[in-house]
């Protein structure tokens, strides 16, 4: 069945609606509601914008609101139904109608007329300036009626981290610009911020949806980015409701991208794997060696000597870097440290951070690959690759934890590569 579109003075008013795929799940978690408008008189299409623009009145835009509302609610009821797995629906309400604190009347009735539950639903909020206190309100209001809440187009405008912090919602919904910087030629270092941001919305709390994802490499890019949930033309465009609406809308392209980045994944993972091989079996050489009681310089002789291999050292049960590392000839080791150190300075390729190369004396108690080594004593543990605070440039380290005869605490032996 086809719910009928609306009409207002002059205006004819249908509901579309635009899938949200969850990556994990392979299958729709919910759609996000669109108004699609055109002029009665002339069948010119108008945008949302130009639809709530004639709403000169507070009364004229309670009442458009609660129209389309209604419509929303009414027709996400059509929808083909997907299995036995729930949906969202997902509602962006006017700006104005936040401020005016109206929803709390026309949203419990739209719900109610059209025999939805609060679960069903998440509301999509903007960040804007102004009333801080009264967005948070509206938050608050939302949630205690049963509603999740999504913060909508996250990484521009007003958009900041306090905010989000303030707020706590249950979705964020990373504006399309993100993924569009990331996808540019030579973005290495856009795409690492999109990755990062995602995993600091996680760390906040929220489950993160990617919208505007148009190509097949902006898809592949989410997949890498670790996002929950994406939206976009890629997957499928708003549709309108009706009998011939297909229930699998964007699935296809969801697996068949989701196929083709395993298949790119596992085959880098192959490759990383084969890289660090050679790299993982002579450090634990040389770990064996160390934990006999071999010094470090010797039990790393064999190690240090490795293409890509920057530095090894060793951290104690505080993560406390013990007495000198180890450092590669080419970085100027000798056996004398004031040496080696004053080598290293001198061919430090970015003399603009030689205040960051000596690490003696550093505590990397906060660093994963100090914990994650300390969980599982004598396993081989790899890091993420991440911004080593030595200098410019991205590296990998490798720790395993010992704990020496007669010691309560274990220390931990890292090897930095470039």
């Not at 504006?175 to 760390?203: F, K, M, T, Y």
């Not at 970085?331 to 004053?342: E, H, I, L, N």
């Amino acid at each position: 069945m086809t719910t009928p579109p609306q009409n207002i003075p002059g205006t004819h008013l249908n509901s579309a609606f635009q899938p949200i795929l969850s990556l994990s799940h392979q299958r729709h978690v919910g759609y996000e509601a669109l108004i699609r408008a055109t002029q009665t008189d002339s069948g010119e299409t108008l945008t949302p914008g130009e639809i709530f623009a004639r709403a000169t009145s507070a009364t004229e835009l309670h009442a458009l609101e609660r129209t389309i509302q209604s419509m929303h609610a009414q027709a996400y009821n059509s929808l083909p139904p997907s299995g036995d797995n729930p949906a969202w629906l997902f509602l962006n309400l006017n700006q104005r109608l936040i401020a005016s604190g109206e929803y709390k009347e026309t949203l419990p009735k739209a719900l109610e007329t059209a025999g939805l539950a609060p679960h069903q639903v998440v509301i999509e909020m903007l960040e804007t300036p102004g009333d801080n206190q009264r967005l948070a309100d509206a938050v608050s209001w939302f949630r205690e009626f049963g509603c999740l809440v999504a913060l909508d187009d996250f990484g521009t405008g007003y958009s900041n981290f306090e905010r989000l912090l303030e707020l706590t919602p249950d979705l964020v919904k990373l504006d399309r610009s993100l993924i569009q910087r990331a996808v540019e030629e030579h973005a290495e270092g856009q795409r690492r911020i999109l990755n990062n941001l995602v995993a600091l919305i996680h760390e906040a709390g929220s489950l993160v949806v990617l919208e505007g994802v148009e190509t097949e490499h902006q898809a592949l890019t989410a997949l890498d980015a670790d996002v929950d949930f994406v939206q976009g033309f890629f997957f499928a465009r708003p549709t309108l409701v009706g009998p011939q609406s297909p229930p699998d809308l964007g699935l296809e392209p969801l697996r068949q991208i989701t196929e083709k980045f395993t298949e790119h994944a596992l085959e880098e993972l192959t490759q990383e794997r084969s890289f660090l091989r050679p790299y993982g079996q002579a450090f634990l050489r040389a770990a064996a060696r160390l934990e006999a009681g071999t010094g470090l310089h010797d039990s790393c002789a064999d190690l240090i000597k490795m293409p890509y291999v920057q530095r090894c050292y060793v951290l104690n049960g505080r993560g406390e870097q013990v007495d000198e590392h180890v450092l590669p000839k080419r970085c100027g080791y000798s056996a004398d440290p004031a040496t080696a150190r004053d080598r290293l300075f001198a061919q430090v390729p970015d003399q603009r951070y030689r205040p960051l190369i000596d690490t003696q004396g550093g505590n990397w108690l906060r660093r994963h690959y100090y914990r994650d080594a300390c969980m599982e004593l004598r396993r081989l543990k790899v890091s993420r690759p991440y911004r080593s605070s030595t200098g410019n440039h991205i590296c990998v380290t490798l720790s395993i934890a010992e704990t020496p005869p007669a010691e309560s605490s274990p220390y931990v032996l890292c090897c930095d590569l470039l």
